[in-house]
């Protein structure tokens, strides 16, 4: 995918391999939406983008996407702000097995509907241009997990909903 001016929304932005994705878009040339929930650590990885790149190839929004409205909200305002939308990095996660409902919801629930949001914008039968989703697993969704199993559903799930859309896509 030739990426210049090419527009991208990533959730999970403001730190760790969402941060990088980050940067490794705006490197090649593309606009990028930061999402996150963790307001005060977005709007500093904004800061530093900021000294590296143009203040308005990046923009951040402040958003917990296991939260429905909020995660529209956040398509919406960067679909707004660039005009287009290429490219969905659904990378929010956490490992939290106490909590194991947040992350199952987090994990795998947002994903699926950060991916059909961001179908919804891009896919040509609605005006867009169509584009790309990754969605973020890891190791622990292609293998047994001790001690943390909910994780290990959760970026199962990941794994298994992707390849299906995936086909889907062919
Ligand atoms: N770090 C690893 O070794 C590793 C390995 C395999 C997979 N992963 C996956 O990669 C992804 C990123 O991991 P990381 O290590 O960079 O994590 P991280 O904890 O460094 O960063 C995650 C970011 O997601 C944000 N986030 C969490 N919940 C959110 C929510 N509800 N709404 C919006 N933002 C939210 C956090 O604020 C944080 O900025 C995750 O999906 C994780 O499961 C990480």
Redesign the pocket.
């Known amino acids: 995918m030739y990426l210049k001016d090419k527009v991208a929304l990533v959730?999970?932005?403001?730190?760790?391999?969402?941060?990088?994705f980050a940067q490794a878009l705006l490197e090649k040339g593309c606009k990028v939406g930061l999402?996150?929930?963790?307001a005060e650590?977005?709007k500093e990885s904004k800061d530093n983008l900021d000294k590296q790149f143009d203040t308005q190839r990046t923009i951040f929004i402040p958003?917990?996407?296991?939260d429905e409205e909020q995660l529209k909200d956040a398509f919406k305002k960067i679909f707004d702000s660039f005009g287009r939308l290429d490219i969905v990095v659904n990378?929010?996660?956490?490992?939290n097995e106490k909590n194991w409902e947040v992350t199952v919801q987090?994990?795998l629930i947002?994903m699926i509907r950060g991916t059909y949001i961001g179908l919804d914008y891009m896919k040509t039968e609605n005006g867009g241009n169509g584009g790309a989703i990754v969605n973020?697993?890891?190791?622990?969704g292609l293998m047994p997990v001790p001690y943390q199993p909910v994780?290990c559903a959760s970026?199962h799930g990941v794994i298994g909903f992707t390849r299906s859309m995936a086909v889907n896509a062919l």
């Open positions: 959730t999970g932005a403001a730190q760790g391999i969402g941060k990088a999402v996150d929930q963790n650590l977005g958003c917990d996407v296991s990378n929010a996660g956490i490992n987090i994990n947002s973020i697993s890891s190791l622990a994780y970026k």
